[in-house]
């Protein structure tokens, strides 16, 4: 088994395109019975490409009105972002980069700008922003499809910006072509059945595998890792972890596919609040929801038959302590991710309070030259450094497949706990 807990590696969740259920070939019969007993089988979906931005987006001949998203403002540059920064070497990683869509989000981690990067190729379905992403990375070489993109033997590392509902699919597409994959968050979309077996092709291919959470490097999570890494909270009693994302008429996406979503489905920015910085887990789960007022949450006007515009969770941590966990769309002010820690040693608000009275260094990692930091607090670059710099040290990235999955399915789990009012439910555990 590929789990902590052998009884605990199990997937359940249920095809939002109808109302038919299936359990897909090769998992064990002891399992097989367990999933049809529970009525949930497995989430499959088309091909999708992701789409955010503000201001106005022409598709098509019409032109949408679209909000400001949360997250993408630039982050002020810090004076000494690059300073310290060594090259590990001159070798240039062969990269494709797939999805642009409404937030030009293939281009926003500025692969196109690091030194140990050459771009070799992009797609985008759409041939207008596939063209418009070829531009933006400096690229002369395009592709209909990140099917046809992966068949080019060029390419050693490929980053995934595509629909979160093709995350997975795509992810085992390019390791399955023997390529190293980047993925945009979550790491799968509503599906245990498909985090298992994402687990299961990363461990298989040897290949390396990273999710671009953003929290993880935003500076009061990056200080909270290491100092939790160095000891001064001892184990965590308490974690919290919010995203507030409101969000009045929804999000433009390639066929909706965020129109009405469970809000938990995408719980990776407030978990990391957890996960991020111990690289533990969630064991179990009580999630209540709020039915919401906003029309795509009435009952029919969403293909995930999903009331909630906001769930929380609280959590069962991995060392016994407690987390909870928000995600809302429908509570306008005060909008980001934050998130606080409380340990037997000390904790974490706005700094670090507690006993220990010798901190580690909490400052992030140098950034090549004309790397910017980027949006979500100036994590974007950071994320690409240490997705490239994990292939040249042939390492483990940071947010590895099994953190990856372990910020993820607490949330799967959370909304099936909240359609069940609040029931406790245990998490699916996945270990590296």
Same mark, same amino acid.
């Given at each position: 088994?590929?789990?902590?807990?052998?009884?605990?590696?199990?997937?359940?969740?249920?095809?939002?395109?109808?109302?038919?259920?299936?359990?897909?070939?090769?998992?064990?019969?002891?399992?097989?019975?367990?999933?049809?007993?529970?009525?949930?089988?497995? &989430?499959? +979906?088309? %091909?999708?490409?992701?789409?955010?931005?503000?201001?106005?987006?022409?598709?098509?001949?019409?032109?949408?009105?679209?909000?400001?998203?949360?997250?993408?403002?630039?982050?002020?540059?810090?004076?000494?972002?690059?300073?310290?920064?060594?090259? +590990?070497?001159?070798?240039?990683?062969?990269?494709? =980069?797939?999805?642009?869509?409404?937030?030009?989000?293939?281009?926003?981690?500025?692969?196109?700008?690091?030194?140990?990067?050459? =771009?070799?190729?992009?797609?985008?379905?759409?041939?207008?922003?596939?063209?418009?992403?070829?531009?933006?990375?400096?690229?002369?070489?395009?592709?209909?499809? +990140?099917?046809?993109?992966?068949?080019?033997?060029?390419?050693?590392?490929?980053?995934?910006?595509?629909?979160?509902?093709? !995350?997975?699919?795509?992810?085992?597409?390019?390791?399955?072509?023997?390529?190293?994959?980047?993925?945009?968050?979550?790491?799968?979309?509503?599906?245990?059945?498909?985090?298992?077996?994402?687990?299961?092709?990363?461990?298989? #291919?040897? $290949?390396?595998?990273?999710?671009?959470?953003?929290?993880?490097?935003?500076?009061?999570?990056?200080?909270?890792?290491?100092?939790?890494?160095?000891?001064?909270?001892?184990?965590?009693?308490?974690?919290?972890?919010?995203?507030?994302?409101?969000?009045?008429?929804?999000? &433009?996406?390639?066929?909706?596919?965020? !129109?009405?979503?469970?809000?938990?489905?995408?719980? #990776?920015?407030?978990?990391?609040?957890?996960?991020?910085?111990?690289?533990?887990?969630?064991?179990?789960?009580?999630?209540?929801?709020?039915?919401?007022?906003?029309?795509?949450?009435?009952?029919?006007?969403?293909?995930?038959?999903?009331?909630?515009? #906001?769930?929380?969770? %609280?959590?069962?941590?991995?060392?016994?302590?407690?987390?909870?966990?928000?995600?809302?769309?429908?509570?306008?002010?005060?909008?980001?991710?934050?998130?606080?820690?409380?340990?037997?040693?000390?904790?974490?608000?706005?700094?670090?309070?507690? $006993?220990?009275?010798?901190?580690?260094?909490?400052?992030?990692?140098? +950034?090549?030259?004309?790397?910017?930091?980027?949006?979500?607090?100036?994590?974007?670059?950071?994320?690409?450094?240490?997705?490239?710099?994990?292939?040249?040290?042939?390492?483990?990235?940071?947010?590895?497949?099994?953190?990856? $999955?372990?910020? #993820?399915?607490?949330?799967?789990?959370?909304?099936?706990?909240?359609?069940?009012?609040?029931?406790?439910?245990?998490?699916?555990?996945? %270990?590296?």
């Amino acid at each position: 088994m590929n789990s902590r807990d052998n009884k605990s590696a199990i997937g359940y969740s249920k095809d939002i395109r109808d109302d038919a259920f299936s359990i897909p070939e090769g998992v064990p019969n002891s399992r097989r019975s367990f999933l049809n007993s529970l009525g949930f089988g497995i &989430a499959g +979906l088309g %091909l999708f490409q992701a789409g955010c931005s503000g201001g106005k987006h022409i598709h098509q001949g019409h032109a949408e009105d679209l909000p400001k998203i949360q997250g993408f403002e630039r982050s002020s540059e810090d004076p000494d972002l690059h300073k310290g920064w060594n090259s +590990l070497s001159d070798r240039k990683i062969r990269v494709g =980069i797939v999805g642009y869509g409404v937030c030009k989000f293939g281009a926003q981690f500025g692969f196109q700008n690091h030194p140990n990067v050459e =771009i070799v190729a992009v797609s985008d379905l759409f041939p207008d922003r596939c063209a418009e992403l070829a531009k933006a990375c400096n690229c002369s070489k395009t592709y209909p499809s +990140l099917e046809e993109l992966v068949k080019d033997d060029t390419i050693e590392a490929v980053f995934v910006a595509t629909d979160a509902p093709s !995350h997975q699919r795509h992810c085992i597409e390019v390791l399955k072509h023997g390529k190293h994959v980047a993925s945009a968050v979550p790491a799968v979309f509503g599906s245990l059945e498909e985090a298992e077996e994402l687990f299961e092709v990363v461990q298989h #291919t040897g $290949l390396k595998y990273m999710m671009f959470e953003t929290s993880c490097f935003r500076e009061n999570l990056y200080a909270m890792s290491q100092i939790y890494k160095s000891g001064g909270f001892g184990k965590l009693i308490f974690s919290e972890g919010e995203y507030w994302h409101y969000s009045e008429k929804g999000i &433009a996406s390639y066929k909706d596919w965020r !129109h009405g979503m469970p809000p938990q489905w995408y719980p #990776t920015h407030s978990d990391a609040y957890y996960v991020g910085v111990t690289n533990g887990s969630f064991t179990e789960v009580s999630c209540l929801g709020k039915p919401s007022s906003m029309e795509r949450y009435q009952q029919g006007n969403n293909r995930y038959n999903n009331p909630f515009a #906001t769930e929380i969770s %609280l959590y069962r941590t991995s060392e016994g302590g407690m987390a909870r966990m928000c995600r809302s769309s429908d509570t306008p002010g005060n909008e980001g991710e934050l998130g606080r820690v409380r340990g037997e040693r000390g904790s974490y608000y706005e700094g670090y309070q507690g $006993l220990e009275t010798s901190l580690p260094n909490l400052s992030r990692p140098p +950034l090549p030259p004309d790397v910017p930091a980027g949006s979500h607090g100036g994590s974007h670059g950071h994320l690409t450094e240490e997705f490239i710099s994990a292939i040249l040290q042939d390492r483990k990235p940071l947010v590895d497949i099994a953190m990856a $999955l372990n910020m #993820t399915v607490g949330g799967i789990v959370a909304h099936q706990s909240a359609l069940k009012d609040g029931e406790w439910m245990k998490i699916p555990q996945f %270990l590296a």
